[in-house]
């Protein structure tokens, strides 16, 4: 008998990579209700109850609601900037690793198709761009 193992499951917050997972699903205990979904259900659901609440004449249950939506959406935005500051690092280091003029491959050559299937004629050493291989193309 296995003393050390569980078959159930942690209910627990993962601990996964920061948290940054947008389909993760929040309990949300606001005023009067409870609420479960992605970040953005529910700030979309609290937007929806505030407005409710404002047009029954309760300000204060509205004004409740849309703190609670504030706080998702925060989170939203977090979950943006991080991504974003992901997206410029990988840029930068993308740039950092491109051979540049100097290391004798141009942007131009890389993007070329290899001389076996476009043939001898083709000369990539033209700075005017497409249009001159195209005709290159053309004459062979």
Known sequence: MRHNSSNRRS???????????????????????????????????????????????????????LQHAEHYQRIILSWNEQNEARQQQQQNSKSNSRPTEADGNTKKEELALPASILGDKVDFSNETGASDKQKSLENA
């Open 11 to 65: 209910r627990g917050r993962g601990r996964g990579k920061g948290g940054n997972n947008r389909s993760q699903v929040f309990d949300s205990n606001g005023p009067e209700v409870r609420i479960r979904g992605t970040a953005h259900q529910i700030c979309d659901k609290y937007i929806a109850l505030a407005k409710d609440a404002k047009s029954a004449g309760d300000a204060v249950l509205a004004e409740s609601y």
